[in-house]
């Protein structure tokens, strides 16, 4: 199974700040990747898809970058509806993997 | 947009079985593959199992291989997942989710469900 390593795992942050968290994977997956906020009790929700593509409704202060093993999400001006926890997913493979999960909070 | 309405979830004792259901609304199940994650209490997400969209090809991870089943009903909109042989470690929150094309990997999950609880205990 491939394994994503996501960094950091907190992360304190004030609104109007940029944030950037990173997921690494063991071996190459492409562009083969998501990223997913959460919050307390709630579904996840899609954010990027394919590496670098804005879901639909998204709001653009989320971006998202990368290929082959490093990924990066990056939230312009965070907002206070951007407190929550964020997951990665490669789905690569029949064999899917989450990265541990990021959590941001107020500092 | 679509929504996804899990149920079935509960109290289990170790060994026991229960059957998951997924029924999806507003769009054509039959067009896209579907998965079940979970999430155990506190913990992050981790994947379970998928179905192409005609049901044919499906995948296990390891730790639920030989015990879960996953199918769907295309005809009723409805994906399942049967859990044998539970055990305290399958208990946490069992989300559905879309796979935005026909298979359920290559696809990130577009719609998810607001997830049904498992719990295993004596």
């Known amino acids: 199974d491939i394994q994503m390593t996501q960094s950091p795992s907190t992360l304190s942050a004030s609104v109007g700040d940029r944030v950037t968290i990173t997921c690494r994977a063991d071996q190459s997956i492409r562009y083969w990747l998501a990223w997913y906020q959460q919050k307390p009790g709630k579904a996840p929700k899609v954010l990027i898809y394919d590496a670098s593509n804005l879901q639909s409704g998204v709001p653009s202060r989320f971006s998202g970058s990368g290929s082959g093993t490093e990924f990066t999400l990056t939230i312009n001006s965070l907002q206070p509806d951007d407190f929550a926890t964020y997951y990665c997913?490669?789905?690569?493979?029949?064999?899917?993997?989450f990265g541990q999960g990021t959590k941001v909070d107020i500092k | 947009e679509g929504q996804l309405v899990e149920s079935g979830g509960g109290l289990v004792q170790p060994g026991g079985s229960l059957r998951l259901s997924c029924e999806a609304s507003g769009f054509t199940l039959s067009s896209y593959g579907m998965n079940w994650v979970r999430q155990a209490p506190g913990k992050g997400l981790e994947y379970v199992s998928g179905?192409?969209?005609?049901?044919?090809?499906?995948y296990y991870a390891n730790s639920v291989k030989n015990r879960f089943t996953i199918s769907r009903d295309n005809s009723k909109n409805t994906l399942y997942l049967q859990m044998d042989s539970l055990r305290a470690e399958d208990m946490g929150v069992y989300y559905c989710?879309?796979?935005?094309?026909?298979?359920?990997?290559?696809?990130?999950?577009?719609?998810w469900g607001q997830g049904t609880m498992v719990t295993v205990s004596s």
């Open positions: 989710a879309r796979g935005n094309v026909n298979i359920f990997y290559l696809a990130a999950f577009d719609i």
């Open positions: 179905v192409n969209s005609n049901g044919v090809t499906t």
């Open positions: 997913h490669q789905y690569s493979g029949y064999s899917q993997t």
